[in-house]
Nanobody, 126 residues
């Protein structure tokens, strides 16, 4: 059974950094697309960053320039380096993955992905 396992969340002060990891378990093949989403209380889930196995990352406008998404050479682990954290970055961060190639679909839309992790909490205090 395919599952995504996230780690790295924690409580930090504004301006600090965190690195989140998402590992794929239970699949012979690496996902084509992997992404990070986040959801704060009483807010909708939003796409943060996505990385295809054969391309570079894409970012939400709110995090571009501060966050860095990358994947291992084997394409089975997704990382997110969160820099210059702001209180508004506080959320549950979810990893998502999909094995389909949907070239015209937005990678930052949740409907793109069929597989999701359980989330890792990021708290940012000012």
């Amino acid at each position: 059974q395919v599952r995504l396992v996230e780690s790295g969340g924690g409580s930090v002060q504004a301006g600090d950094s965190l690195t989140l990891s998402c590992a794929v378990w239970g699949s012979t093949y690496s996902p084509y697309s992997m992404a990070w989403f986040r959801q704060a209380p009483r807010k909708e889930r939003e796409g943060v960053a996505a990385v295809d196995s054969d391309g570079g990352p894409t970012y939400a406008d709110s995090v571009e320039g501060r966050f860095n998404a990358s994947r291992t050479n084997a394409q089975t682990t997704l990382y997110l380096q969160l820099n210059s954290l702001k209180p508004e970055d506080a959320a549950m961060y979810y990893c998502a993955a999909d094995w389909s190639v949907r070239s015209t679909w937005s990678r930052l839309q949740s409907s793109y992905y069929d597989y999701w992790g359980q989330g890792t909490q990021v708290t940012v205090s000012s």
